[in-house]
């Protein structure tokens, strides 16, 4: 079962993202509901990807028990049984979960350990990557010396815009500033821990933090394909731009297609919405230990 859009009647609708739709449980919790939806380059497709939005939800929900130990999350449960009434339809299992609500900190906290993306096109530009001056010589994909912290602002509309740490620190104050790049680099090193043990690389991340009762928690999705580069450590090799196992395979096709990158979305073909529900089962699989069930 493919779910594009959600309705509960029963509960306000707080927010549609281009993935998730949120609802509200009462004045301090929330219902985030992941679609099957997938978006590339800020525009939504059409067509859904089987699975996506249970994959996401159960993907973070591992990762937030897992690091719970590096500081508060907004995460309550997955578990049918503690949703709301109005929350337990069929189509919602699996891809609700029920969270505190947080008065959201407008940055997108980017961690890199390798150098991909953007960060690679600055570097070729530059040899710095978002106020990281980084050493010369450096290839595509190669591992960064340490992890840097390079977050960017969160738009509603249009594109995030990668900022430095002194502008975060302009933005939300250098104290919390500071919080966020520690709690980042702390929450990415342990991903990258897990990711290593079972043949990943997570080459780069984002994280969202809010603040719930005074104190900085982590928020919306954590360390899934959506958010995180993953690749095959196997086939790993600086140079070149690796196979990952995230929604890189949508934007490759719809770039080599000559997409403008402007709404509509071009149709993508069966296969490539296939291989990008398999490239997120799998890394599901790898990540959990667990195999992937639809029912789950």
Known sequence: MT????????????????????YAVGDDRLLLVATDRISAFDVVFDQPIPDKGRLLTQLSAYWFERLADLGPTHFISTDTDDLPDAARAPELAGRSMLVRRARR??????????????????????????????????????RLPEPIFTPSTKAEVGHDENITRDQLAEMVGRDLARRLEERSLALYREGARRAEE????????????????GEVALIDEVLTPDSSRFWDASVYEPGQSPPSFDKQYVRDFVAASGW??????????????DGTRQRYTRAYELLTGRAWSASA
């Open 198 to 213: 079972v043949g990943l690389i997570l080459a780069d991340t984002k994280f969202e933090f809010g603040v719930i009762d």
């Open 3 to 22: 779910l594009l859009t959600t309705s509960i009647e029963a509960l306000p609708l707080v927010h549609r993202g281009k993935v998730r739709e949120t």
């Open 105 to 142: 900190i407008d940055a997108e906290c980017v961690v890199r350990g390798y150098l991909a993306g953007s960060g690679w096109a600055e570097y070729q530009r530059g040899g710095s990557v978002v106020g990281h001056q980084l050493p010369e010589g450096l290839r595509e994909a190669d």
């Open 260 to 273: 403008n990158k402007e709404p509509p979305a071009p149709h993508l073909p069966d296969e490539v919405i």
